[in-house]
């Protein structure tokens, strides 16, 4: 059996499941200043002692990096960052937060200026001086080099609580976004430390031990002891939840949108003939635009418990939330109210909800019901709308997947998977709208819970031959091997499917579920004076995503 828990912001959902079947299913508070009570209470809500004592895994998604970033609760951050020649510091990010120093390496990681020891050194007192404990160190070649991030961070330990290299978070070339993410995985690093602190506590609890893992925007999960050294990959892992969730459910035949309805947000994703669509150079989160692989997804601010009210004559919904609806003793009218007064949803006390209604009505000399039908119709009306926004969006320019880029596509979606507590009273009016067929998964109020519960674990690495210097760079490792000029792509792929399988196992991966396939290869040759001298090799690997076969068997 599996135990997948989502701790949202509200509500904390968990599912207890066998076979791919939801067992039990279960909704608790979310306790934002007790992660670990909160956890418990979903755990046992669904699973007696006995059974908890059968479980094979454990895995969450959390929202609580993703909050910390939107609320900007980060804890500040050193950010020592070697730019090298030809790029304007102005021009990089969060250069209000940035050292730069001395060092560089060439495109092809050999050294063109060396560190300054001296500069580090300074840098560190500086940095003791005002405080400052968490510290992100990134180079614009450093995955082609890793040597100058690593002599930085050997000459900051001791000192700091924890240091960031760029060069361990992605082996993608893009340093602006590589600056981005080594600073959001410092600004998170206390409090991600924190809850996998509270998780360890969690399993003690338990008395058992048995794999747990986290949820990462890729929608693939990793051991949560390994993810306190990238928490920055959790970020957005609640809407990767969702499109995990939905899966089994997609037609493999079509394109497809999945539309999840919160409290507070909709999320939206999107299928090209059953495979889910991928940020192809990394997610952003607020401002910050980052090289962590993630699905991807649009948010609109609106949801079950949006605040409805009037402005000059017109209803406008959103984009706060204010708390529940009034037919739960919340303080303001919302699209829920609505729901009850027209009889779509048989919740809470239909009385408030008609007051609620009342209220907006007098303002706009409607009846209740009629403001009622107003609210639905605006709420249907801007989630339809962001959807073809988001379709010809992707349609502006190449289309990639979780495994491929495709090539010339244009994505038709016919069908939508509307998921989330609101999602069977808005559907029917949503998939007019967008003249789709509709589907509500049964369950569809906790598919983050089971869309985390059936995630595999994916990993991904990236390799870079160089045979006319003879090295080998295992980019996020942070290795440089000899080679001999005689290296191939086929040696290439073989060492990184060796060290893949190898890294999968100690991110948690299931035997089943190591199918390795290359993401990504090029070959380039080096000439000088019109002669070959070499070839340049390059290779992405990755552990296919997916939902893990250990528990659909």
Not at 159 to 165: A, G, L, P, S
Not at 235 to 256: E, N, Q, R, W, Y
Not at 436 to 453: H, L
Request: proline letters at 4%.
């Amino acid at each position: 059996m599996i135990l997948g828990i989502d701790v949202g912001g509200t509500h904390t959902d968990s599912v207890l499941m066998k076979n791919g079947k939801i067992l039990r299913k279960s909704k608790v508070m979310t306790d934002k200043s007790d992660l670990l009570k909160s956890v418990i209470l979903a755990t046992q809500s669904v699973a007696e002692p006995a059974e908890i004592k059968q479980l094979q895994r454990i895995v969450l998604s959390t929202t609580i990096s993703t909050n910390a970033v939107a609320q900007h609760q980060l804890d500040p951050v050193g950010l020592i960052v070697m730019s090298g020649p030809g790029v304007s510091h102005q021009d990089l990010p969060l250069s209000d937060k940035s050292s730069y120093i001395a060092g560089y390496m060439n495109h092809r990681g050999i050294e063109a200026e060396s560190v300054d020891e001296d500069e580090i050194l300074a840098l560190k007192k500086h940095f003791a001086a005002i405080g400052i404990e968490h510290v992100g160190v990134v180079g614009k070649f450093s995955t082609r080099s890793p040597a100058h991030e690593l002599t930085v961070q050997s000459l900051l330990n001791g000192q700091t609580r924890h240091v960031t290299v760029g060069h361990q978070l992605s082996g993608a070339l893009n340093f602006p976004r590589r600056i981005s993410t080594a600073y959001l995985n410092e600004a998170i690093w206390r409090l991600h430390s924190g809850m996998v602190d509270q998780l360890g506590a969690y399993m003690q609890q338990l008395g058992i031990d048995v794999p747990l893992y986290i949820l990462k925007a890729d929608g693939g999960t990793i051991d949560v002891e390994q993810s306190r050294h990238y928490p920055v990959q959790t970020i957005l892992s609640g809407p990767a939840a969702t499109i995990m969730g939905v899966l089994p459910f997609i037609s493999s035949d079509k394109d497809s949108v999945s539309i999840d309805v919160g409290g507070t947000t909709t999320d939206i994703a999107l299928f090209a003939d059953g495979a889910p669509l991928l940020e192809p150079k990394g997610v952003q989160i607020e401002e910050h635009k980052t090289l962590i692989r993630g699905l991807l997804t649009h948010s609109i601010a609106v949801g079950g418990d949006s605040h409805v009210r009037v402005i000059d004559k017109q209803l406008v919904i959103g984009p706060e939330r204010k708390g529940s609806a009034m037919a739960f003793d919340g303080p303001v009218p919302t699209p829920t109210d609505a729901m009850i007064v027209l009889g779509l949803a048989d919740i809470g006390d239909k009385a408030k909800a008609l007051a609620a209604m009342t209220s907006l009505a007098a303002e706009l000399d409607q009846t209740p019901e009629q403001t009622a039908n107003a609210i639905m119709s605006l709420a249907c009306e801007a989630i339809a709308a962001k959807v073809r926004s988001m379709i010809a969006e992707v349609n502006s320019k190449p289309v990639y997947t979780i495994h491929e880029m495709l090539e010339g596509k244009e994505l038709v979606p016919t069908e939508a998977i509307i998921v989330g507590g609101p999602a069977p009273y808005l559907a029917k009016h949503v998939g007019q709208l967008l003249n789709m067929a509709v589907v509500v998964p049964e369950n569809s109020d906790v598919i983050n819970a089971s869309g985390a519960a059936m995630a595999r674990t994916t990993v991904e690495l990236t390799l870079m031959a160089d045979t006319e210097e003879g090295i080998m760079t295992i980019a996020e490792e942070g290795v440089q091997t000899d080679i001999p000029k005689s290296f191939t792509m086929a040696d290439l792929v073989a060492v990184g499917k060796e060290r893949l399988e190898h890294i999968a196992r100690v991110a948690g991966a299931q035997e089943s579920d190591l199918e390795i396939e290359v993401a990504d290869s090029q070959t380039f040759n080096v000439i000088r004076n019109s002669a070959t001298t070499g070839k340049n090799i390059r290779v992405r690997l990755q552990i296919k995503p997916g939902l893990t076969k250990h528990e659909l068997q």
